[in-house]
């Protein structure tokens, strides 16, 4: 990708920095609350240095100034603050070859703890700083595909974990080779699809606004274009090219890692660390908007964001009078204000005209409309409004919020110019339309 990443380090690197020290000498730094606390502020500090003025006009470079250590804050307030990781977390690792026993695949995992050996220790508290999604941890219930062999080891610990599809299905896992060619196939599909959004955004003046210009955002859309069809296809495209990137990305550290295999990386070696990022087009055309942003949506934040909403606002749940009213609501809105406070950081960061006040309100305001399609829903299953005419209205909604307030996001990301990085090799499109 299109990143300076000389800049990029020496401006981020200190947040992670002085986490990842923290986390391999926990007596040191867990020994009072006064010292967690002193070493957040320190994170914190590191995150304003990063926020400091640059002449850096790459945008994703920009970008990411601010919405790095910003993401850095919130996972340092989840380790640091809310929970002692050296003693409540363990993770999955494959046993040695000598220690596993006559049950075959159904022993070859074990609970790796925080570890006494110092070379141990940084890969295990490495792999607690980048493995946001919690893939093999302890304190993750959803394990999505994971095989049979791994949740007998948490079955084993009292963890009832949740994975994707049903909960009687039996998995041996998926194998390597059938995995690495999968994968290789969606490489394939979204290269093409990305290639083929770059190809119709550098034509369009709305994601290519230049450095300079002056040009001022109305109501968090470029040019105050209001046109209903150019709105949806603009927002359609930039959408995509976001989801595409995001998947090629993981794609190709799916491939590098199985392709490496266990036997140098240990379980992040195995098929069952890489599930796919994304839910299924009937999270979103059954559910709406609570589908898209539930299931649909990439969950790589999920875990941190709900952490720190649950402490703050904490309710039982099996009080469902919490969980949907008024509290639910402040919930969700804080989920929501989190990851737009992430990408308004890197907004500010930029050297462009942006409006990261509007980023971060498209971003709040999704809990608005969660909770109405929700209402709205639970209004016509109590009319008994039959299957078809649900689905219908359902879309209808999602697609009328997506109008309304998508631009706030994706117009200033191409304000950001994000969509102007050259991100492909080599385009395909280009070759066979030219």
């Not at 240095?49 to 996972?75: E, R």
């Not at 709406?288 to 039982?316: A, E, V």
């Amino acid at each position: 990708m299109d990143i300076q990443l000389g800049p990029l380090i020496k401006r981020t690197i200190w947040g992670p920095g002085i986490l990842f020290t923290a986390l391999i000498f926990p007596k040191i730094f867990y020994a009072s609350y006064a010292s967690r606390i002193l070493t957040f502020v320190a994170v914190a500090a590191s995150a304003v240095w990063a926020l400091q003025p640059h002449d850096i006009d790459n945008p994703a470079t920009s970008y990411l100034f601010g919405f790095a250590p910003c993401w850095t804050l919130i996972v340092a307030a989840v380790l640091l603050l809310l929970s002692t990781p050296a003693r409540d977390f363990r993770r999955i690792r494959r046993k040695d070859e000598a220690s596993v026993g006559e049950g075959g695949t159904e022993e070859l995992y074990e609970w790796e703890p925080f570890p006494e050996q110092m070379s141990r220790r940084c890969w295990w508290a490495l792999d607690l700083m980048v493995n946001w999604r919690g893939l093999g941890w302890s304190y993750q219930r959803r394990q999505h595909f994971i095989p049979d062999a791994v949740k007998k080891v948490y079955d084993e610990a009292g963890i009832n974990v949740k994975r994707d599809g049903s909960q009687d299905e039996k998995r041996c896992g998926q194998t390597r080779s059938s995995f690495l060619v999968q994968q290789s196939w969606y490489f394939v599909v979204d290269y093409v699809l990305l290639d083929l959004c770059i190809y119709f955004m550098d034509r369009d003046p709305w994601f290519n606004r230049p450095l300079g210009s002056d040009q001022r955002l109305l109501f968090g859309y470029p040019s105050g274009n209001y046109d209903v069809l150019v709105r949806v296809y603009r927002v359609f495209v930039g959408t995509l090219a976001t989801y595409t990137v995001m998947d090629v990305a993981h794609v190709v550290l799916a491939l590098v890692c199985v392709g490496l295999g266990s036997r140098n990386l240990g379980t992040l070696g195995e098929p069952w660390q890489h599930p796919p990022l994304w839910g299924t087009l009937d999270d979103l055309f059954h559910r709406g908007l609570p589908g898209f942003w539930g299931n649909f949506w990439h969950d790589l934040f999920r875990f941190q964001f709900l952490t720190i909403t649950r402490k703050l606002l904490p309710f039982s749940a099996k009080d469902k009078s919490s969980a949907h009213g008024f509290r639910g609501l402040l919930a969700m809105t804080l989920v929501f204000a989190l990851s737009g406070s992430m990408h308004a950081a890197g907004s500010y960061a930029e050297l462009r005209e942006t409006a990261p006040l509007w980023l971060f309100a498209g971003f709040a305001v999704q809990s608005i409309g969660v909770a109405a399609q929700e209402m709205i829903t639970m209004l016509m299953v109590e009319g008994k409004v039959g299957p078809g005419a649900r689905q219908v209205v359902t879309i209808a909604f999602w697609w009328f919020w997506g109008w309304l307030t998508a631009p706030m996001v994706i117009g200033d990301m191409a304000a950001c110019g994000l969509f102007q990085s050259k991100v492909m090799p080599y385009s395909i499109v280009n070759l066979v339309w030219n």
